[in-house]
């Protein structure tokens, strides 16, 4: 089934992503907490530095950490090239400032004692550690960003693509309807022209019955195939005010298949088409069968016309493959895909065969 667009969701950047977002500052305490649990079960068998310089460097490195994801954030729209450049210079520069913040903190709260020798270069001890320690925060948000750029644009791309065969369905759709009114109100006008007010009733009855159903669905969904078979045969009845007693139409229809969801309208023009090539253009008239069954994986829609009259055989000029069956065949490609597929035939010279098969499982690939 082509689902509307309205029920896709609202395509969003993640929170966790956003430092404007509470759903970041989650994620980055939970991130430098483990870290700061990492640290000192690696240094369960040394002589560990003492607790508060642990707490320090992972306090300064959550906030370094979150200005670095404000930096990200303002050039996240830049060109990839520009972001992967300015994402790696400030990486080092905030690691480097990580580093001397708590470098700081540690000589001037934490140590007892000011170092004897202390100058500048204390600052700046282990400086290019805390690089690559911050690195793997830098290497993750960015891979994270990209990833929910490809699932945005993924998403995305499904709703252009739903919108697609939305728009495609309901023109296929539209050009059902006026070619099958065009020839109702045809008939209507021949119905009056003989002044036969009894049958242009009954046909304009069965008219106002079959156009509630059709317009009561949207073209973009299936129905079960047994309401599809229904008005299919509201549609027969207006034919048959047509055409009286020459025209006869079967139905076969297998219970086991009645449920299965096919798009509305799909079987009018082809039993339009076969109408017309063995009834209307016969003087005799003709027969029309319509079978559903299924076979191993698929359901197979026969739509079967044969005239009366031997007189001259079928041919390819005679039968036809017009803008009914091309029709049928695009909707049935914006519906299944590859799971469908329509094969038009002469069989033994004497009948016209349409054959639609869907694949049962189709909507499960």
């Known amino acids: 089934m082509v689902q509307s667009t309205k029920a ?6 993640p929170n966790y992503l956003n430092p404007y977002k509470s759903a970041f500052y989650v994620w980055q305490t939970v991130i430098w907490a483990f870290y700061w649990v990492a640290t000192r079960i690696v240094w369960l068998p040394y002589t560990a530095p003492p607790w508060e310089f642990n707490v320090a460097s992972k ?21 990839f090239r520009t972001r992967i450049l300015v994402g790696l210079i400030l990486s080092a520069t905030t690691g480097l400032l ?13 140590q007892q004692t000011l170092p004897v ?9 282990h400086a290019s550690i805390a690089v690559l320690q911050l690195l793997p925060w830098t290497i993750g948000y960015f891979l994270l960003t990209y990833h929910s750029k490809f699932v945005v644009q993924k998403e995305r791309a499904q709703v252009a693509e739903l919108q697609a065969k939305e728009a495609q369905l ?12 065009f020839n109702v109100l045809n ?14 009733r009954v046909m304009l009855g069965k008219l106002s019955s079959f156009l509630r159903q059709s317009l009561s669905n949207n073209p973009v969904e299936t129905i079960p195939l047994l309401q599809e078979i229904e008005r299919a045969k509201i549609y027969v009845d207006i034919e048959t005010v047509r055409f009286q007693d020459r ?11 009645e449920s299965f969801r096919i798009p509305s309208l799909i079987l009018q023009p082809l039993l339009e088409n076969a109408i017309k090539h063995s009834v209307s253009q016969n003087i005799h008239g003709g027969t029309v069968a319509v079978s559903a069954r299924k076979k191993s994986r698929f359901l197979l829609l026969t739509i079967k016309n044969q005239s009366r009259s031997d007189d001259e055989p079928l041919n390819e000029k005679t039968t036809g493959l017009g803008i009914g069956l091309e029709n049928t065949e695009r909707r049935l490609q914006a519906t299944y895909g590859g799971k469908a597929s329509l094969k038009a035939m002469i069989v033994g010279g004497r009948s016209f065969e349409v054959e639609i098969s869907i694949e049962l499982e189709w909507d499960k690939a």
């Open 8 to 13: 896709v969701k609202r395509i969003v950047v």
């Open 59 to 79: 306090a300064t490195g959550f906030l370094f950490s979150t200005l670095l994801a404000f930096l990200f954030w303002a050039h996240r729209n830049k060109e």
């Open 98 to 110: 990580w580093r001397i913040s708590y470098n700081a903190i540690d000589i001037h709260l934490i």
């Open 117 to 125: 020798d202390l100058s500048v270069r204390h600052y700046f001890w």
């Open 170 to 181: 309901k023109l296929l759709h539209l050009q059902i309807s006026p070619h099958f009114l």
């Open 187 to 200: 008939s209507l006008d021949t119905l009056l022209i003989k002044e036969d007010i009894k049958e242009s």
């Open 247 to 257: 025209l006869t139409v079967t139905w076969d229809i297998a219970p086991d298949v």
